[in-house]
């Protein structure tokens, strides 16, 4: 008899359909709200993504988890309201976040509390009527890098090496495991429908900064299994819940995993092989996907596996799928969301030493050594460290801003950096769109006060002039874009609510304390 092991996770919802993943100690057949899907088999574990069809606009269905026609979900005295799929037509509330630490003992109370815990605590009481509409995970939803206690002590009883690392399928199951089935969050995740995308912790610290990290990570013994598994789990666990009813029927992969029968974890990690070489210049997979609320769209864009790292210049997004991301970026909307892990404007003086930085690590002998070490031991390896993508988003975002059908708005939605703020950008040729740039991080992975002290120092302006004249020397092109900050730097484990109403919209920040959340900040634009 098969039981539920996690979800159910609300992901894709549209007008009329709507996907529901589960994992499953067995194989069964899953039924949500009707519709039933078979489960598949990776390695020792099941799981599903049933297609919920034929939903009607604007309404609001509760719905239950049958394994083998047997009730599973919600469980007899369950303490929240019970899951529901909402069809709405537009998104008028969306919550967003980056970086969220699995709470997983005494050691990680030094995280401080859980925004998003805290969020899902206050929403279990309100009216549905007030509920966002959706939720958008930013990146570092799991840190395969930094398990908890209680996961690292479960991996020693495994095996003895490599020590707190995570490298199979299964101890990278453990890891969403701890992390997904916090009673608050699972609830949340079965009313809200939940967007993804990852960051180098979902993967392991500072994936892809470069090609010699790529080198370096090669030469450990345990690092192609690593890999394999923890892309392999990403599709699985995040990607292909990502994806409308559409894009999973034309998906090849999808279908051959549905259809197989027969354990898909060897064809699973053979496809994430693949997918990673994408950073020698070798086209394998798009993990970028584009949801469309009503008249807000939201592209999502892979900051990570999408990296060029051996090409003539480095991107960190291939030519061919930035191409994607420009098609699909223009359209009659009123807001153009784009989430990117990493933010695109940055404080100033660390923008400009990331671009000069990466001239510094291409320079042949000690200098690019140097640079290169610098550019690992200081993180340099946001959009202004991949010069020539940081120059052609500010482009498409400009072209895309004075267009005669521009968007009311075009908000970059950021995290990664633990620390929160907003800044406008500004162009020398005006746009009729507000462009902004805004960041919530972390959600629940509070770094030591010391940071605080270094994170003011980057949007130091004295520290930025300095900075800018030595790249002007070092032949780094000028900004293309100017930015202001117009809030923050804001700290704390925080999440970032943008509520939407015609043209306009507003950011709103809650910084999770003892007593709950409280907001840092309210902008209107």
């Known amino acids: 008899m098969a039981h539920l092991v996690l979800g159910p996770v609300l992901r894709h919802v549209d007008a009329t359909s709507a996907t529901v993943w589960v994992e499953t100690d067995a194989a069964c057949v899953v039924t949500v709200a009707g519709h039933r899907a078979a489960t598949f088999q990776v390695g020792e574990q099941h799981f599903a993504l049933v297609v919920v069809r034929d939903l009607v606009p604007g309404t609001s269905t509760p719905y239950d988890v049958r394994l083998d026609d047997r009730v599973v979900w919600p469980e007899p005295g369950y303490d929240f309201p019970a899951p529901r799929i909402r069809t709405g037509t537009t998104a008028e509330q969306l919550v967003f976040g980056s970086c969220r630490a699995a709470k997983g003992g005494s050691e990680n109370d030094r995280l401080g509390p859980d925004a998003l815990d805290a969020f899902a605590t206050r929403m279990k009481d309100w009216p549905e009527e007030r509920w966002p509409d959706a939720l958008v995970l930013l990146g570092d939803q799991v ?191 009123d807001h153009l969301l784009i989430g990117s892990s990493l933010p695109w404007l940055m404080p100033h003086a660390l923008s400009h030493f990331q671009s000069l930085n990466e001239r510094a690590a291409a320079r042949p002998g000690w200098r690019g050594r140097l640079g290169e070490k610098v550019r690992q031991v200081a993180d340099l390896e946001h959009w202004p460290a991949f010069r020539a993508s940081f120059e052609r988003l500010a482009r498409l975002l400009h072209r895309l801003g004075r267009a005669a059908d521009a968007p009311g708005t075009i908000c970059v939605l950021s995290g990664d950096v633990h620390h929160s703020y907003a800044a406008r950008a500004e162009y020398a040729e005006p746009t009729r769109s507000r462009v902004l740039q805004l960041v919530c991080s972390p959600v629940h992975n509070d770094p030591p006060k010391p940071f605080r002290l270094v994170f003011r120092l980057s949007w130091s302006r004295p520290l930025a002039r300095v900075l800018r004249r030595w790249a002007d020397r070092a032949g780094v092109s000028p900004d293309p874009v100017s930015w202001q900050r117009i809030s923050g730097p804001h700290f704390g484990n925080s999440v970032a609510i943008l509520e939407i109403s015609g043209r306009q919209a507003r950011y709103r920040l809650e910084t999770a304390g003892p007593d709950g959340l409280g907001e840092t900040a309210n902008l209107t634009f």
Do not use: C
Not at 305 to 323: N, Q
């Open 143 to 333: 840190y395969a890098d930094e398990p908890t206690p209680r996961v690292r002590e479960w991996l020693a009883q495994r095996r003895p090496e490599p020590e707190g690392e995570v490298v199979s399928f299964r101890e990278y199951a453990e890891l969403y495991h701890e992390s997904w089935a916090d009673p608050e969050i699972r609830w949340l995740m079965s009313v809200l429908p939940t967007s993804m995308i990852f960051d180098d912790h979902d993967i392991r610290d500072d994936w892809n900064t470069s090609r010699t990290w790529r080198a370096q990570m090669a030469e450990k013994p345990w690092w192609r299994e690593r890999i394999r598994a923890g892309l392999a789990s990403y599709w699985v666990y995040q990607h292909i819940g990502n994806l409308g009813p559409a894009e999973l029927a034309e998906d090849p992969l999808f279908t051959t995993v549905q259809q197989s029968g027969e354990d898909v974890q060897e064809l699973l990690e053979e496809f994430a092989e693949q997918a990673d070489r994408e950073a020698e210049g070798r086209k394998s997979t798009r993990w970028s996907y584009r949801r469309d609320f009503g008249r807000v769209r939201l592209l999502v864009i892979d900051t990570r596996s999408g990296r060029i790292l051996d090409g003539p210049e480095r991107l960190m997004v291939g030519d061919e799928e930035f191409d994607w991301i420009e098609r699909n970026a223009e359209g009659d909307v």
